[in-house]
C-alpha cells in the first residue's frame, strides 16, 4: 500500500513570497488533515477534510494560509505572504474510519524555509 | 494553551534499559491517546495507542500505562535498543480519535549501545 504522498519536500522562499504544497493521501482514505510542525514542537493541526468537505480549520491563519481539497483526494495548502515563523515542516495526513480506528498515516512533510 | 504536556524534553538510556515518558492532559472529553514515532526527516509514525476503558497496553517492547483519573499516561520501552533512538510524542483526541490529534511537544530518546 503506497504512504501518504507529499512534495516538493523542501522550499526556500524570501518574505512575503507564495509558495503551495501538495499532498495525495492513501487511496480511499477520505479525511486528509495538514499539519504544521516547528522545530521543537509537536504536530500542530492546521486543517481537516472529510472528503472535500472542511471539517476543522480554527488554528488556519485564514489571512495568509489556504486549503484545498479537490474531488476529495489530492489538496493543496497554501501560503501567500509567507512570513519569517512560517518556517516549518508541514505534515499532511490521512486516516479511513474502516482501518485500525482512526491511525492517520503521515507523509514525510514539506520543509519550508523562509528568509 | 497546550493540552498535552509531555515530559521529559530529552533522555539519554542504556542498551537494554527501560525508557519512560511521561504525558498530561486537561481536557476530559479526550477518548484516544497514541503515541508517534518520528526519525529525522520522516512523518510520524503510529506507535501504540490506548483508549481509557484499559489502563495498560502492551506491544512488543512498548507499553502504556494509563491513569484516568490522575489525566496521565505515559510510555515504557523496555529493553531500549539504537534503533529506538528517535523523537517520541504523545498525542490525545476527542470522538474516539476521529478529531485532530493534539500532541505534546515531544521527547527526544538516544540510546547508547
Known amino acids: 500500500e503506497a504512504g501518504v504522498a507529499q512534495s516538493p519536500r523542501y522550499k526556500i522562499i524570501e518574505k512575503r513570497q507564495s509558495v503551495a504544497f501538495w499532498c495525495n493521501p492513501i487511496?480511499?482514505?477520505?479525511?486528509l488533515y495538514w499539519y504544521q510542525q516547528i522545530l521543537g514542537q509537536g504536530p500542530k493541526l492546521l486543517i481537516q477534510?472529510?472528503?472535500?468537505?472542511?471539517?476543522?480549520d480554527s488554528q488556519l491563519p485564514k489571512d495568509r494560509f489556504s486549503a484545498e481539497r479537490l474531488k476529495g483526494v489530492d489538496s493543496t495548502l497554501k501560503i501567500q505572504p509567507a512570513k519569517l515563523e512560517d518556517s516549518a515542516v508541514y505534515l499532511c495526513?490521512?486516516?479511513?474510519?474502516?482501518?485500525?480506528?482512526?491511525?492517520?498515516?503521515f507523509g514525510p512533510g514539506t520543509r519550508l524555509t523562509v528568509t | 494553551q497546550q493540552q498535552v504536556k509531555q515530559s521529559p524534553q530529552s533522555l539519554i538510556v542504556q542498551k537494554g534499559g527501560i525508557s519512560i515518558i511521561n504525558c498530561a492532559y486537561e481536557?476530559?472529553?479526550?477518548?484516544?491517546f497514541p503515541w508517534y514515532q518520528q526519525f529525522p526527516g520522516k512523518g510520524p509514525a503510529l506507535l501504540i495507542a490506548?483508549?481509557?476503558?484499559?489502563s495498560e497496553k502492551k506491544e512488543g517492547r512498548f507499553t502504556i500505562s494509563f491513569n484516568k483519573s490522575a489525566k496521565q499516561f505515559s510510555l515504557h520501552i523496555m529493553d531500549s535498543q539504537p534503533g529506538d533512538s528517535a523523537t517520541y510524542f504523545c498525542?490525545?483526541?476527542?470522538?474516539?480519535?476521529?478529531?485532530?490529534?493534539?500532541f505534546g511537544k515531544g521527547t527526544k530518546l538516544t540510546v547508547n549501545p
Open positions: 495526513a490521512s486516516s479511513s474510519p474502516w482501518t485500525r480506528s482512526y491511525e492517520q498515516y
Open positions: 487511496s480511499g482514505h477520505a479525511t
Open positions: 477534510f472529510q472528503n472535500n468537505g472542511v471539517v476543522d
Open positions: 481536557n476530559t472529553a479526550f477518548d484516544y
Open positions: 490506548i483508549r481509557p476503558d484499559v
Open positions: 498525542a490525545a483526541s476527542t470522538q474516539g480519535g476521529s478529531e485532530k490529534l493534539v
